[in-house]
């Protein structure tokens, strides 16, 4: 390591050290930033690669129920709760928007935890990886639901790591704004975050060994009890749930295999030769629901041999230190997959699992469908697709300009959203505003050319409009 290479490692780690940030953060930083500044490749080429042609399905597991009981006493529910939803025009955190009625993903997902617990008589702890921006509010709407607080924490939190200039790899000051200077490090963290915390210890002594991981805001990833026995039976170390793309997933990340393993290849990092292959649905079969399931004790270990953090892959996010001001000064996020560690276990394996549990809100668009008649939610917490059939094939699209924000979707749909159920395509071009009662059928695309709005009246049915 050159003098100047060693002059930037101190400068980085002076700065997460004056920020809080325990050693194993600083490491696995540091090794992402060497990486990235040494020419490594943060893409993964289509050569590399070999399609994954079937796996195990999810349906076929039901004689493992009974197993799936047995390890639910040694289970955590583990919930990433770090998002802002800022692509929504939310300040807080994503997990506290209201998706029917009153209750938010967070009180559907404490419901869901709760009603295990009655049921099966087990204790299952719920654990939330938050960031410093979703602890104080998230702990704080927690602490409406009775019997949830056990012997462990509710939560620990995801580290932050520098935002690096594109040119210098020197870290970003902002004066006006010092936060905008640090970035989350992608929730590939958990590993390092959950071990640096403390509690990957405390849960084993607890006797807890499996760990069901998924995303705050997808209210159809909750606890299966066939999936959970299959995973304890055969003595996996990690288990990726995946689902069946369609030509609407063609943009997410899909599995693959590289050497003999199973790996995770996310957008970016995919070369723009390899974007058809990328892209190819029946090339490359399945996409990652971000539901995973870890043996505590392999994570350990891992972790035991691999003190900069498990080694994942480095992923560079470009982005403006301001979001929404782009002549503010560029800068470089490095960001880690949690998904990706399914290469750093031997043995890993994935399962392929019903559309159902997998219903993430990233846009407005997703909000609205969620909080539409096409969802049902179940008296155990889970919000479901009511035919999963046609959600799989369902498009909503709203035009960014009048319903980009959570603000604006609801002063469009100010009693609801409409009936989806049977719709095939929702696509609205320009501002209208929405009666109650209004009920969608198959294909409506909707044009609002003047400037004034287009009222969609009170029970209206909408069927081949344009």
């Known amino acids: 390591m050159s003098a100047s290479d060693e002059s930037l ?47 195990p399905r999810a ?28 692509s929504m025009g939310l300040a807080g955190p994503k997990s506290l928007l209201p998706v029917r009625g009153d209750a938010t993903f967070l009180d559907l997902i404490a419901r869901q935890v709760l009603h295990l617990r009655d049921r099966e008589r087990v204790r299952l702890p719920l654990l939330l990886m938050n960031s410093f921006r979703t602890r104080a509010p998230s702990l704080a709407r927690l602490e409406r639901h009775d019997g949830l607080v056990g012997r462990l924490p509710l939560d620990f939190l995801q580290h932050r790591v520098p935002r690096i ?74 288990a990726m749930e995946v689902a069946e793309r369609t030509a609407a997933d063609r943009k997410g990340g899909h599995l693959a295999r590289c050497g003999g393993r199973l790996v995770l290849r996310e957008s970016a990092q995919c070369a723009p030769e390899d974007v058809p292959s990328f892209q190819d649905i029946e090339r490359h079969r399945y996409f990652n629901t971000n539901n995973l399931w870890l043996d505590l004790e392999a994570v350990a270990r891992a972790l035991e041999s691999s003190p900069d953090g498990l080694p994942l892959p480095v992923m560079t996010n470009a982005k403006t230190v301001v979001s929404d001001d782009p002549d503010s000064p560029r800068c470089l996020q490095l ?29 407005t668009a997703d909000l609205l469908a969620v909080r539409s008649d096409a969802f ?36 469009r749909f100010p009693y609801g959203p409409p009936s989806l159920a049977k719709a095939r395509l929702l696509k609205v071009e320009g501002d209208h505003r929405f009666g ?31």
């Not at 750093?344 to 809100?361: D, K, L, N, Y």
């Not at 919000?383 to 604006?408: K, N, Q």
């Open 59 to 86: 349906d076929g597991l039901s004689d493992f129920e009974d197993a799936g009981r047995e390890a639910l006493a040694r289970t955590v529910v583990l919930k990433l709760n770090g998002g802002l939803g800022t």
């Open 376 to 411: 049902e939610l179940l008296d155990d917490g889970r919000l479901v697709a009511v035919d999963a059939e046609a959600t799989r094939r369902r498009v909503i699209e709203l035009d960014d300009r009048f319903y980009r924000s959570v603000e604006h979707l609801d002063a």
């Open 9 to 55: 490692d101190r400068l980085h780690r002076e700065r997460m050290l004056a920020e809080g940030m325990p050693e194993v953060a600083i490491r696995s930083f540091l090794r992402a930033l060497r990486f990235v500044r040494e020419g490594g490749g943060t893409t993964l080429a289509e050569g590399e690669l070999e399609p994954v042609e079937a796996l």
């Open 165 to 238: 200039d594109p040119q210098t790899f020197e870290p970003v000051d902002w004066p006006d704004n010092p936060d905008l200077a640090w970035c989350p490090p992608g929730h590939g963290d958990l590993y390092a975050a959950i071990a640096s915390s403390g509690l990957l210890g405390r849960l084993l002594e607890e006797g807890i060994r499996y760990a069901f991981v998924s995303n705050a805001d997808n209210l159809g990833g909750a606890i299966d009890l066939p999936i959970l026995g299959w995973f304890a039976s055969e003595g996996l170390p990690f």
């Open 436 to 466: 109650q009662d209004v009920v969608v059928l198959g294909d409506v695309h909707l044009v609002a050319d003047g400037d004034e709005p287009v009222e969609v009246t009170d029970g209206r049915v909408l069927e081949g409009e344009r």
């Open 335 to 363: 960001e880690t997959a949690m998904g990706a560690a399914i290469e750093c276990f031997e043995g890993a394996q994935a399962i392929c699992v019903s559309r159902e549990r997998f219903a993430p809100v990233k846009t």
